[in-house]
Each structure stands twice: as structure tokens, then as C-alpha cells.
């Protein structure tokens, strides 16, 4: 008997995967990876997660070597109308991230957006405002290589950044909350013009990467 089982990526896309009871997780991560052309698939695992009626989280790893009913049967979801949440997940990690970024970069851009969305996710009610436009500018400096400093003088590229693309795409909403759209495009505009020679993802003859 086959069922269809839903993947969560980071970037919140899903990955759709036809399997079989007798499918593995190990036959799934291979199918799912193996779309993102990361070279590492080892370092990848398939995390089960719910958010529970009093607001706690729980999230279990699922052993490669499970089928479907083994993970069900393991972990059974504590409401039948809400079941878990599969998600790919970076686990496992070599000793030296240098040598992951020179020579897996798919992995290693995987595993940084990992680590940011899960200091957001637990951290972003206390951080600060100047804190959070400073690692969201970061990020828009990786999704917009070609950004020069010379547009970054324009308001309105500014502005378009905030209201087409939306700065919540890259600082959490709580922290946005917190101040003027005035002070924040403000921050934003100069946090953008220090990273604007930063390189965020490794090139060769360039060592220079987060």
C-alpha cells in the first residue's frame, strides 16, 4: 500500500514523495536531496515536529532505516487531525565547515539558513532591533548579490524593499513591531551599504564567507 508523504524545506517549499510502506527515510532523503544537487547527502535527516495544544514543541529524528509505519507506530501524533510535520533537517556536520563551503555549497547555504531561522525562532522576542536588521541585511545581501552601493542611496530602492519584497521576509514581524517604518528603513539603508562587499557564500580565490 503507497501513501504520499509531504517534506518541509526551509525555504518553505515541500517536496511531495510517493512511497511505498516499504519505502525507507533513507530511500526518501536520498530522492529529496538529491533534487537540492547537494553533493553530502549524509549530513541530512528527516525531523518529525508538532506544536501541542499548550504551546510546547515536539520534534523527533526519524532513523533512517524506518519505513512509514515504523515512524507512525513509533510516533504516534497526539491529535489523529493534526498529524506531524516532516521536515529536512541538517543533523550531522563535519569537523571543518570550511572545507563543507568549498566543496558542497548547496549543504552548507542548507545548514547557515538552519542555524538563522532557529535563532530567530528562539531569540527574536528579545532581540534587538539594531541586532535583527543586522543579520536581515545579511540576508539580503546573499539573495541580492547585484544590490551596488550607489542604489543603495535611492529611498525608493529602499522603499521597494519594504513594500514589494516586505523587510519581514528577513526580520521577524515581533521585532519590526517595535519601531517606526522610519527608524527601520533608516537601519536598514546603512546596514546594507557596510555589507555591500561582503561575500556571503565562498567563491574560489575568495575565502571570505559566512
Not at 23 to 30: A, D, G, K, S, V
Not at 189 to 208: A, D, H, I
Request: net charge positive; aromatic share 10%; charged share 25%.
Amino acid at each position: 500500500m503507497g501513501s504520499c508523504l509531504k517534506v518541509h524545506l526551509l525555504t518553505k517549499e515541500t517536496r511531495t514523495i510517493k512511497a511505498q510502506d516499504g519505502t525507507t527515510m533513507q530511500e526518501i532523503l536520498e530522492i529529496v536531496v538529491g533534487r537540492l544537487r547537494a553533493i553530502n547527502q549524509q549530513y541530512f535527516a528527516l525531523q518529525i515536529t508538532d506544536t501541542l495544544p499548550d504551546g510546547s514543541k515536539a520534534a523527533h529524528w526519524i532513523p533512517t532505516n524506518y519505513t512509514l509505519p515504523d515512524a507512525n507506530q513509533r510516533y504516534p501524533p497526539a491529535d489523529k487531525d493534526r498529524p506531524w510535520q516532516w521536515n529536512l533537517k541538517i543533523r550531522f556536520l563535519p569537523n571543518n565547515i570550511q572545507n563543507l563551503a568549498e566543496s558542497d555549497n548547496v549543504t552548507f547555504t542548507y545548514f547557515y539558513d538552519q542555524v538563522r531561522l532557529e535563532y530567530y525562532e528562539c531569540l527574536a522576542e528579545q532581540m534587538e532591533l539594531e541586532t535583527a536588521v543586522q543579520l536581515g541585511c545579511l540576508q539580503m545581501r546573499r539573495q541580492y548579490k547585484n544590490l551596488s552601493h550607489e542604489a543603495l542611496n535611492k529611498k525608493s530602492n529602499i522603499n521597494m524593499l519594504e513594500n514589494e519584497i516586505g523587510f519581514d521576509k528577513f526580520i521577524p514581524r515581533c521585532v519590526l513591531d517595535k519601531a517606526r517604518s522610519r527608524e527601520i528603513k533608516k537601519l536598514v539603508q546603512n546596514n546594507l551599504k557596510q555589507v555591500t562587499f561582503v561575500v556571503l557564500c565562498y567563491s574560489p580565490g575568495n575565502r571570505n564567507y559566512l
